[in-house]
């Protein structure tokens, strides 16, 4: 008897490895499974749409860990670790660093271990302003980065400035949690994204540079895993490319 299609496919899943992985966020290891060519695929083609495609990489690459990683949700300073793990699994460990000297990623792995304490949430305040901060985790950054796709789908293509300004204030979207005025506190939640754009929009500058040292523990564990040998891994769509190996 002929094997049906969805037989097949359903057989070829059944064969996939689980690997371990460690994870900064729950300082544990759990399992996981490679990418698959279509997961490689749609990574990739995010690197033809210029401005778009740095969101559309965001997305991409959130999914595929939620999908092939165990676990209920992972936070984005997870992402790196996570992503490294499953290109060495996928396409070994093996790479061309920005200055071309191809480097190992088993010593970002390794880095990734010593995981710093950080800092959750926060409170930044000016006058009777008030913001709450957090970490998001990739299922709160994805619903941002959609709307922020549908946002910038929505412009002409000459419009770019305003499509980079889109993408800085979704950026900020990421962290808010809450803003209080008074007494009157807004959780970001339960709103509508335009409606977080339009109140993020007249927040006093000043809050921005507090936002920033915030969000710098993130960039500065990111920044430590993806320094090797004196040189930096780059973390776009040719991560996933095999032809960046040699």
Do not use: H, W
């Not at 997961?39 to 092939?68: P, R, Y």
Request: hydrophobic share 40%; net charge negative; aromatic share 6%.
């Amino acid at each position: 008897m002929a094997t049906s299609t969805s037989d097949f496919i359903n057989k070829l899943t059944e064969l996939k490895k689980d690997f371990k992985i460690f994870i900064p966020s729950t300082k544990k290891e759990t399992t996981a499974k490679q990418i698959t060519l279509k997961q490689q695929k749609d990574i990739i083609s995010t690197a033809i749409n210029g401005v778009l495609g740095a969101l559309q990489f965001t997305k991409s690459i959130n999914d595929v860990i939620n999908e092939n990683i165990k676990g209920d949700d992972f936070y984005t300073f997870d992402r790196v670790p996570a992503l490294l793990a499953l290109r060495v699994q996928s396409l070994g460990d093996k790479i061309k660093a920005e200055n071309n000297e191809i480097v190992s990623l088993k010593p970002a792995l390794e880095k990734a271990k010593k995981v710093p304490s950080f800092k959750y949430t926060k409170t930044v305040s000016i006058d009777n302003i008030k913001v709450d901060l957090r970490i998001p985790t990739l299922r709160e950054e994805n619903v941002i980065v959609k709307r922020c796709i549908q946002e910038i789908d929505n412009l002409k293509s000459e419009d770019l400035s305003e499509a980079m300004g889109l993408i800085y204030i979704f950026e900020l979207l990421k962290t808010i949690k809450s803003i209080t005025i008074e007494e009157e506190t807004v959780e970001f939640d339960d709103l509508k994204v335009t409606d977080r754009v339009k109140i993020i929009e007249q927040l006093p500058l000043e809050l921005y540079e507090d936002i920033t040292l915030f969000l710098d523990q993130l960039v500065k564990y990111e920044t430590g895993l993806l320094t090797i040998d004196d040189t930096s891994i780059t973390i776009d769509a040719s991560l996933f490319d095999a032809t960046t190996t040699t």
